[in-house]
């Protein structure tokens, strides 16, 4: 049973984790030089609906990822505006960790790899090809999964953004996203709201150590810095086109939010160098993520693929999505979830076993089904959907779905049958 993966950002990961469990050979292809795609830089964990699905996961026995970021927090349960009991992973250690864990379950990962095309058998892959550096390779499996998230390459974000703000994703280095799914035949989607098509990444990262001792020093007490922003300067803030809409709250138009997550995280798309500069305790400040975050940010949401709730393409027999690819679900979190569902029926597909709805009475398997639904709808594909705010979020709320009690959350998953189902 062989299960070829494409993109080792968290779904991939997640969705490698998931059929090696299951007992696949598992070859997951990454085309830059580390794991972990735009999880290099992110960080928050357990905010807000993040938490109950995390506990959900861990009762599914499909928590490992969820373990090794608690176990690798810099700060835990911390609150900032709108957020509370979040968790900052540090993302200066992080991909090693679950490289390690990774290789220690016998992944076969091949860095510096990717992959730019298919080869069809009717409505099957039977390989996908492309270049290890200058090396032409091939790889056959029974199963696909497409966890190439959608960010990139630099002409989208040259389109529909700033221009390539020179994020860690690296596309002029090596080489841009490439869908296994698009070159599978099958048409994508792309999220859009008004005239902008896609979203920009919400978020970027300063040196920790060009700001000022007082806001190093609150950073690491806290976890947090809330540092107000003049008047004049905060129309500088650009909130609506943020692909992370759980943060678009007035708190964040009027100050600057940071986040210690190794780097100094600041909660805002992107902010001139120039003016972050006139603000008190940012005199001396530099962009770490992306290197030109003075002037934009990665653009993402396009490419999302039509998926049933097994999460397998719609089109083609034997591919799975999960992730970005998987639907406007933003976080690392929900690339977890997908990413272990798709893994887990992707192995299932090959011993012919019937595949797994997660039940909607969960999070996972709510979200899962209603961003399905949404996208299917031109007014759903106009929202971002994540369990730490905004629409989702309220319809966890509305449903009874929220919960920061593990115990009742582990009687929610025994109740609908699914204990240890990833086990
Ligand atoms: C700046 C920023 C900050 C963020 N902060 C947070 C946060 O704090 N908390 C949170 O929960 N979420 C955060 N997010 C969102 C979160 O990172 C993503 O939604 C989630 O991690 C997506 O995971 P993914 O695996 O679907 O895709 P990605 O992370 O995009 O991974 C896809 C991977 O596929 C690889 N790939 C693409 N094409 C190919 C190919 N053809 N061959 C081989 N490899 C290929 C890419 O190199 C990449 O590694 C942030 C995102 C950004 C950009």
Known sequence: MKVVIVGAGWAGCAASISARKQGAEVVLLERTDMILGTGLVGGIM??????????????????ELFQLTDQNSLHRSIEFPGHPHASLYNVATMEPIVKRFLLGRGMDIRL??????????????????????????????????????????PGQCTKYGNGCAMCILRCPSFGGRVSIAAKAGVKEMAG???????????????????????????????????????????SEVKLSIKACQQYALPEFHENLVILDSGHAKLMTPFFPLGALRKIPGFENARYEDPYAGGRGNSIRYIGMAPRDDTLKVA?????????????????????????????????????????????????????????????ETEEGRGYKYTFSGSV????????????????????????????????
């Open 46 to 63: 357990r905010n807000n609906g993040r938490f109950t699905v995390a506990e959900e996961m861990l009762a599914m026995s499909g928590g």
């Open 112 to 153: 510096s790899t990717r992959v730019d095309d298919v080869e069809m058998a009717g409505g099957r892959i039977k390989a996908v090809t492309g270049k290890t550096g200058e090396e032409k390779v091939r790889f056959a499996g029974d199963v696909f999964i497409d966890t190439t998230g959608t960010a990139g390459p």
């Open 192 to 234: 859009r709201k008004g005239n902008q098509v896609g979203a920009m990444s919400g978020s970027c990262k300063l040196f920790k150590e060009s700001l000022s001792r007082e806001i190093i020093d609150k950073l690491g007490k806290y976890g947090v810095a809330v540092i107000p922003i003049p008047a004049t300067l905060q």
């Open 315 to 375: 089109g083609v027999e034997n591919l799975f999505c999960a992730g970005e690819k998987a639907g406007l679900l933003v976080g690392h979190t929900e690339a977890i979830v997908t990413g272990t569902l798709a893994g887990y029926n992707a192995v299932r597909q090959i011993k012919g076993e019937k595949f797994l709805i997660l039940p909607s009475t969960l999070a996972t398997g709510d979200a899962i089904a209603h961003v399905r639904a949404q996208m």
């Open 392 to 423: 989702y979020f309220e319809r966890m709320k509305q449903k009874g779905l929220y919960s920061i009690e593990p115990g009742e959350i582990q009687k929610r998953v025994d109740k609908a049958g699914m204990t240890g189902i990833f086990s």
